[in-house]
């Protein structure tokens, strides 16, 4: 047996007792660092690889396990909940006001918004959607802006200092916000920190933050939370729970059901 067939099995072995630790709600790095007997520093490229790998899900300062979060990939999200992106989508289609400049995020649901904005330029359009942006391109009277940063590979979306700092330079009629995960009480849910972060830009610079979500995204755990403004709007489909719409206008959003 090779030197590095050993490294690579201790290796394993160690990814599968920190996500065993995870599993049990040892969730720091500092933690982790003293069960498994090394450094912090190798724990986080640890916590990297096992996110990267779709077994973990990173948070500040530790993780989730993978049964607790689960993001999919863009082309299985975009094979669910058609008929209720689409309903959601044309709502929202209506509050893009003419010839305004709006921010559409990452994701089917606004990629579904995208489609119905084909034909209503002149408009400018500032996305980090990878397919919203290719889609827009090719449309008339649209000014399309990708903002610039590292891309997610799970999601398509643009993250980073990069993208916060185009961000910075703008201000939007509209933003249209996507969602991985919606809760009354914590606001809006999402994969990275990163991700939160670049949301919370995109909606300071916006005159309206619109969130589009279906009724599947409430319930669900997320590692990042970005609050619900008391002026922003979300617009869901009619599966969703009464008490929890209701609860949601409880925290002053305005709630739009298709």
């Known amino acids: 047996m090779t ?10 072995a160690r990814h599968d007792a920190m996500v065993a630790l995870v599993r049990e709600g040892e969730a720091s790095v500092d933690v982790l660092s003293e069960r498994l007997g090394v450094s912090a520093s190798t724990v986080r490229r640890d916590l990297a690889t096992l996110q990267r790998d779709g077994r973990l899900a990173r948070t500040y300062g530790g993780a989730l396990a993978r049964e607790v979060f689960h993001e999919r990939s863009f082309s299985e999200s975009e094979q669910l909940n058609l008929e209720a992106k689409s309903s959601i989508a044309a709502v929202a289609v209506d509050l893009v006001p003419a010839e305004g400049i709006v921010f559409i995020d990452s994701g089917t649901t606004c990629l579904a918004l995208a489609r119905l904005l084909v034909a209503r330029g002149p408009l400018t359009v500032v996305t980090r959607g990878l397919e919203s942006a290719l889609l827009l391109a090719r449309a008339d009277d649209i ?11 799970l999601s398509h979306g643009v993250i980073g200092p990069l993208a916060a700092l185009a961000l910075d330079r703008y201000r939007f009629d509209v ?9 009354p009480a914590r606001g809006l849910g999402e994969p990275t920190v990163d991700e939160t972060w670049i949301k919370e830009r995109a909606s300071a610079v916006a005159d309206r933050v619109v969130v589009l979500a279906d009724a599947s995204k ?3 755990q997320a590692p990042a939370w970005v609050a619900m403004g008391p002026s922003w709007t979300l617009v869901m489909d009619a599966a969703a729970p009464a008490e929890d719409l209701d609860a949601l206008r409880d925290q002053g959003v305005q709630v739009l059901v298709t």
Do not use: E
Request: net charge negative; glycine share 16%; proline share 3%.
């Open 3 to 12: 030197g590095g067939t050993n490294v690579r099995r201790a290796t394993q």
């Open 143 to 153: 000014d399309v802006v990708l903002l610039g940063g590292r891309v997610q590979p």
């Open 175 to 183: 933003a249209f916000m996507g969602a991985d995960a919606i809760d």
């Open 218 to 220: 409430l319930d669900q």
